[in-house]
C-alpha cells in the first residue's frame, strides 16, 4: 500500500504561482510513476501532469503545458508540481496519484490516489 499527502494547495490571483507537494509513505515512490489530476467544481476529474519512474520522462495535458512543470524526489518520496501563470479555470482540487506507467498514470490507469488539496485562482 502507497499513502499519498498532498500539501500546498491555497489561494492566489491569476498570474500567481504555487507548488504541489506530494509525499508518500508505505512504499518508495520509485518504484511508481506518478500524476496529478484536477476536479473542478461540478466538473469530471481530469488529467494534468505525469512523469515517469526516474523522472526522465514527463507528460502534460495541453490545458498546462508550458506554464506547469512536474518533478520528483525519490531521496524524499514527494512528487512536486511547480505552477505558474495561474489562471480561474485552474481552479479545483488537485490530487496526487501513483501507477505502473506514464502511460498508463496519463490513461487515468492509477493504483493509488490521494485526498487531494484545493487550489483557488481569483480573477
Known amino acids: 500500500q502507497v499513502q499519498l499527502l498532498e500539501s500546498g494547495g491555497g489561494w492566489v490571483q491569476a498570474g500567481g504561482s504555487l507548488r504541489l507537494s506530494c509525499a508518500a509513505s508505505?512504499?518508495?515512490?520509485?518504484?511508481?510513476?506518478m500524476g496529478w489530476f484536477r476536479q473542478a467544481p461540478g466538473k469530471e476529474r481530469e488529467f494534468a501532469a505525469a512523469?515517469?519512474?526516474?523522472?526522465?520522462?514527463?507528460n502534460y495535458a495541453d490545458s498546462v503545458k508550458g506554464r506547469f512543470t512536474i518533478s520528483r524526489d525519490n531521496a524524499k518520496n514527494t512528487v512536486y508540481l511547480q505552477m505558474n501563470s495561474l489562471r480561474p479555470e485552474d481552479t479545483a482540487a488537485y490530487y496526487c496519484?501513483?501507477?505502473?506507467?506514464?502511460?498508463?498514470?496519463?490513461?487515468?490507469?492509477?493504483?493509488?490516489w490521494g485526498k487531494g488539496t484545493l487550489v483557488t485562482v481569483s480573477s
Open positions: 496519484a501513483a501507477g505502473p506507467t506514464t502511460v498508463v498514470v496519463t490513461r487515468g490507469g492509477v493504483d493509488y
Open positions: 508505505g512504499r518508495t515512490l520509485s518504484n511508481y510513476a
Open positions: 512523469i515517469s519512474m526516474g523522472g526522465r520522462t514527463t
